[in-house]
């Protein structure tokens, strides 16, 4: 089957200045190089030790060629496209690596997230109003309860881990409050630590009142004992600046050699 690819168009585009190597041929090109050969519109030839393309341009090349790139090779060899921009150029908008972001939200004292539970917020373009505060949950079971824990945080977003760049530039440009409410091991350090860096006094980090008590009941050595990947974050944290939440979560993770998950804090 033959399909419009930028490898291709990229190809063409520069045959028309001249022969190409066939070694600058893609493999998921081939099908569409051997019916243009077997049109006459493309021709192999030897050139010392290896072999060139040539195209012959002719008003039926130009034919072909709109059947598979409808605004031309050029337009098509572009990268960055768009899907609107795929379908235009290449026919088809799965060619785009255009994402369609979006971000797990609930809008705590709403009805609807009481009986339904999340939204999923597909976002385009700034301006967007994110509301006066916004708490950043870890986990899905804390998140669905982000009503009854944070109930003054307007928005509850959902992250899982370290904390994306996609949530991390949404709430960078909006002049939301903000807190993270992670589980309390490195890793869930280090998104707080990311975020700070970005915005400053705008973010604080969710600590309970009883949080030494809770590391003291329910903390779990596992979480640094059988993940490498939290011991080396660990080793990151204290090699940087560390504010004085951080520095506090630190210390509790030392003393008990163990994490503490966030689901401690709800049945």
């Not at 598979?68 to 572009?78: D, R």
């Not at 707080?192 to 969710?206: A, M, Q, S, T």
Request: glycine share 6%; charged share 25%; net charge positive.
């Amino acid at each position: 089957m033959i399909r419009g690819t930028q490898t291709l168009a990229r190809f063409l585009n520069e045959l028309k200045s001249g022969s190409v190597p066939s070694s600058k041929l893609g493999k998921s090109d081939s099908s569409a190089i051997t019916n243009l050969e077997n049109l006459g519109f493309l021709t192999k030839q030897k050139k010392g030790s290896g072999q060139i393309y040539v195209l012959h341009q002719s008003s039926s090349y130009l034919i072909w060629e709109k059947n598979y790139f409808p605004q031309g090779t050029e337009s098509a060899a572009k990268s960055g496209k768009t899907r609107s921009m795929a379908v235009h150029t290449l026919r088809d908008s799965k060619m785009s690596q255009q994402t369609s972001p979006f971000i797990e939200i609930r809008i705590n004292s709403s009805l609807e997230c009481e009986q339904i539970g999340s939204y999923f917020w597909y976002y385009d373009e700034f301006p967007y109003i994110l509301g006066k505060s916004v708490v950043l949950i870890e986990n899905l079971r804390t998140f669905l309860k982000s009503s009854s824990l944070f109930p003054s945080y307007h928005v509850a977003m959902r992250y899982d881990g370290i904390i994306s760049d996609e949530i991390i530039n949404v709430i960078s440009k909006s002049d939301s409050k903000i807190l993270i409410a992670p589980d309390y091991d490195p890793v869930g350090l280090l998104s707080y630590v990311r975020i700070k860096k970005i915005l400053g006094d705008r973010i604080e980090l969710f600590i309970p009142d009883d949080l030494e008590k809770l590391f003291k009941s329910y903390s779990n050595r596992s979480l640094l004992s059988s993940k490498p990947k939290n011991r080396q974050t660990l080793r990151n944290l204290l090699k940087g600046e560390l504010d004085e939440d951080s520095l506090f979560v630190i210390e509790l993770i030392q003393k008990y050699n163990a994490g503490l998950e966030q689901e401690v804090l709800h049945e």
